[in-house]
């Protein structure tokens, strides 16, 4: 085979994704009704539709690809960089973002069917993806978040409360008669907000005697998923019985403020170094993770993905949760791709 110049791929939209997203090529020279084709790397990517200059293609798991290519009878195309997550651990059942505890490795759950008994669901994952269970017992762990003193935070949808794991050693109630509570998220005070799925976000003392009722919104049919910004202010979505949900801001005395509409299933949430939030959620006809620029309102197709239910960024990493593994990837932008 040759490369050829008639042949090639001009941009991708966007440059970044998980296997299973779906990518826009732009491109010149392809041939759709001919023997044609899109690669990862050396696996093919199944094509959704095609012209001569605009391919949408689903990405297939090639961890070890340089980026794509196209072939059009016996031409290929140069390779186009394109950055891929890689699956760190499968087997799991993450229902909200996974957090990262002190020592860099990342937590996540077994989290298992409302009612269900997992063993031993609290999981650490060393970068390396090898898989650690707790020594701890809980049922239907749901979200999670760290105390600046490093303490383990875990909500319970199953008997609505909110569990302290002190020093990976110690499992205890922190909070109680809190609904169904989903995700979590602390403030820079030390204050735990709690979502509610029938409606209430709660919001705890650090002493965890004082809870009141910070705010109320539209129940929701899963759960609510939270990002909290160095202002103090509130980020919260919920898949609602709405074809077109919200990403919804609080400020510090629970007033509501829609920011987005127009969402479909927004899960996880979670903020970059630079201020801006990530949103996994489908949007304008495209799935994956929505960057949100709370500075001017902007929101960009970031990350090419199947709706993940969570993510969360350490240092130039980015972890993103599905229903069953947890990917990790650079942030986009970076200089290594793969």
């Not at 290519?69 to 140069?78: K, N, T």
């Not at 907000?193 to 003392?205: L, P």
């Not at 993940?308 to 970076?334: E, N």
Request: charged share 20%; aromatic share 8%; proline share 7%.
């Amino acid at each position: 085979m040759k490369s050829a110049k008639e042949l090639a791929i001009l941009d991708v939209h966007p440059t970044s994704g998980v296997p299973g997203g779906e990518v826009l090529i732009e491109c010149r020279g392809f041939r759709p009704e001919s023997y044609s084709k899109v690669y990862l790397g050396e696996v093919e990517a199944p094509i959704t539709s095609a012209s001569e200059d605009k391919i949408l293609a689903r990405l297939p798991d090639s961890p070890k690809s340089l980026g794509l290519m196209l072939r059009a009878g016996d031409v290929v195309s140069d390779v186009f960089p394109f950055n891929l997550a890689t699956c760190l651990a499968a087997g799991l059942h993450p229902v909200s973002n996974p957090v990262i505890a002190p020592d860099g490795s990342i937590v996540t759950t077994i989290s298992g069917a409302r009612g269900q008994q997992v063993p031993q669901p609290l999981i650490r994952l060393t970068r390396r993806g090898e898989k650690i269970r707790y020594q701890c017992e809980i049922m239907n762990p749901t979200g999670l978040a760290f105390s600046k003193d490093g303490q383990l935070y875990i909500s319970s949808r199953h008997d609505g409360t909110v569990l302290r794991y002190t020093n990976f050693e110690h499992l205890e109630v922190f909070a109680e008669d809190l609904g169904v509570p989903c995700g979590i998220v602390f403030d820079s005070r030390g204050y735990l907000y709690v979502g509610d799925r029938t409606g209430k976000i709660h919001r705890i003392d650090p002493s965890g005697q004082k809870k009141v009722e910070f705010a109320s919104l539209e129940p929701s049919v899963s759960a609510y998923h939270m990002a909290i910004d160095a202002d103090d202010r509130l980020y919260v979505t919920g898949p609602t019985f709405s074809l077109r949900d919200s990403l919804i801001r609080l400020n510090k005395r629970g007033t509501a403020k829609t920011l987005v509409e127009g969402f479909a299933r927004p899960q996880g949430l979670a903020f970059l170094p630079d201020a801006d939030l990530l949103v996994s959620a489908a949007y304008e006809g495209k799935k994956g993770i929505f960057r949100y620029s709370p500075a001017n309102g902007s929101i960009l197709h970031y990350i090419a993905a199947p709706v993940m239910v969570g993510l969360t960024v350490s240092d130039q990493d980015l972890f993103l949760a599905s229903s069953d593994s947890i990917y990790r990837m650079q942030l986009p932008g970076k200089n290594p791709v793969h």
